[in-house]
Every structure is written in structure tokens, then in C-alpha cells.
């Protein structure tokens, strides 16, 4: 658990997201992992994002873990019911992994498979609950267990709502942490001042805040998240750099490590650097990042 032993000695974290594949080949998955082993505290497993379907974040875990590697993997409302979701608590308790995130997860529609039909037999704060229950040795039916997990839990928090939206997303914010999560991921970050506000948001200092750090992939990736994703402000200066760079990929590289530095200056716990499918890139932008 050397992850949650630096976040709680208050070192600066640096998590890497790797998407399991679409499939059984998994040299890809674990080379990439590999490849940076050691500079990365721990790698986050998503469970299917954007409802696509994958090798679950279970077995990606299990996959990394295996290699010597520590992980954080998520549970996921959508897909399983809380026989499910518990059984894989457990499983993944006794295979090694204690870091997890709960996510509500995307609606199916999304994702590549529209026929799928969403579960959710349990919501966010519920889902916290049972996974607290769990670590004070009962499941959800109130059974004993025989030996009982100690995981540390994670969230996400949207930091780019207003009105209403931000309203609700703080009252959650406040359930789950009530509920036990303590560290929350936030979505991608280009302008730091977005997350000015956390510290009003979150006063206490037991709560990780660890933004997330995108790699983008062209000026177009940029112009789109700004454009179409409202949650998300990309400054207008990053798509300036874009525009005037020749090297596109290499000044995309130099944005995120940019990013992480000022993450760590700015005093937030770690960063999770997600690369969309360029895990390859990870080792530049590591090697690079100056942290």
C-alpha cells in the first residue's frame, strides 16, 4: 500500500491511467506499464469508460498487480448488482489490490454496445456505504464476512459545473466523503485557476485532491474539448502554442508536463496522468516532468 503511505506523508503523488484492451492480447497493456514502473506510484484501471466494452478494471488490475505493479481499480454502479460489485471487493482485496475508486459510470448509450442495459442496483452513496460496510466486516445484507477488506477509497469530483449542477455535485461531494472517500480525481485540468475553489470546497486536509493531467494529441483534440465539452476549459494561449508549434506531439508533451509541475507548486497531492491511448508517451513525459 505504498500509495496510500505517500499520500498520507503528504508526497506528491503520480498515478497513470492504462485502459485494459478490447480483447486477450495483453502485451501492449503491461509493456507499457512496464516501461515506467518505478516512477509511477500507482496505475489507474478504468472500469469500460465511455461504456465501451473491455477487460474489466478487475482484471486489468490483477494483470499489473501480478508484474509487481500497484493499482488503483475502479467499481462501477452501471454495470453489476451489489452481489457483484461486493463479490468483486473482495476478490480484488484478496488478490492484492487496496486502492479503489467509485465511479457512477457512463450510460450505455455512449458506449459500443447500445443494446446493454445499465444496472445501477445501487447509486453512488449507497455503493460507499456498502464498501464501508464491508470493511467493518459485514456485506450489505448485513452477513459477517470472514476476514474483512481495507481499502482506501477514491472519487471523482467535477470541478467545470455551475448553478444547479454545482449545487448537487457538492452535496454529493459532501455525501461522499461523509461515506468514506479520501482522495477525489478531478477531470482534466489546462487552466489551474479552475481549482482555486477546492480549497473552500474541501477544507479538510485528510481529503487528496489529485487533478487530472491530459495528454492531448493534436490541436484539433484541443479545439474540440473546448468547443464541446463544457466541464473542461482549455485557455485559448494552449491552443495559440498548438496553432504556431511544428512539433505538435512534442509541444502537447511539454503542455502536460507543464501541468504536472504546476500541480505539484500549487501544493495538490499528485496528479493521474491519462493519455488517451498514447500509454507509450508516458515514459517522455515522465522523464521530462521535473517533479
Not at 193 to 202: A, E, H, N, P, T
Not at 246 to 267: F, N, P, S
Request: charged share 25%; glycine share 10%.
Amino acid at each position: 500500500m505504498a500509495l496510500k503511505r505517500n499520500l498520507e506523508a503528504g508526497q506528491f503523488v503520480i498515478l497513470a491511467e492504462m485502459e485494459p484492451p478490447k480483447g486477450v492480447d495483453v502485451t501492449g497493456f503491461v509493456n507499457n506499464a512496464l516501461k515506467v514502473k518505478g516512477a509511477i506510484d500507482a496505475f489507474l484501471i478504468p472500469e469500460m469508460s465511455n461504456a465501451v466494452m473491455r477487460i474489466s478494471s478487475l482484471g486489468g488490475a490483477m494483470l499489473l498487480q501480478s508484474k509487481g505493479m500497484e493499482t488503483v481499480m475502479q467499481v462501477c454502479c452501471r454495470d453489476r448488482n451489489r452481489l457483484a460489485l461486493q463479490a468483486d471487493l473482495l476478490a480484488a482485496y484478496a488478490c492484492g489490490i487496496s486502492t479503489i475508486m467509485a465511479v457512477t459510470g457512463e450510460d450505455p448509450t455512449f458506449g459500443d454496445h447500445h443494446k446493454a442495459k445499465a444496472v445501477y442496483d445501487v447509486g453512488m452513496i449507497e455503493l460507499l456505504h456498502g464498501i464501508r460496510g464491508l470493511q467493518d466486516g459485514k456485506d450489505m445484507a448485513g452477513v459477517e464476512l470472514a476476514g474483512a477488506p481495507d481499502f482506501m477509497v477514491g472519487g471523482a469530483v467535477n470541478t467545470g459545473l455551475s448553478g444547479q449542477a454545482l449545487e448537487a455535485e457538492l452535496k454529493e461531494l459532501e455525501d461522499k466523503i461523509n461515506a468514506g472517500v479520501r482522495f477525489l480525481i478531478t477531470p482534466p485540468i489546462f487552466d489551474l485557476s479552475v481549482l482555486d475553489r477546492l480549497g473552500q470546497i474541501i477544507p479538510r486536509k485528510d481529503v487528496k485532491i489529485i487533478p487530472t493531467v491530459l495528454l492531448l494529441k493534436s490541436m484539433g483534440m484541443a479545439r474540440y474539448i473546448a468547443r464541446n465539452v463544457s466541464h473542461i476549459h482549455v485557455p485559448d494561449e494552449i491552443i495559440t502554442r498548438l496553432q504556431k508549434t511544428g512539433d505538435k506531439v512534442r509541444e502537447c508533451i511539454l503542455i502536460a508536463q507543464e501541468t504536472i509541475k504546476a500541480c505539484k507548486d500549487k501544493g495538490f497531492s499528485g496528479v493521474l496522468i491519462s493519455t488517451m491511448g498514447w500509454e507509450n508517451k508516458l515514459p517522455e513525459i515522465i522523464g521530462g516532468m521535473g517533479v
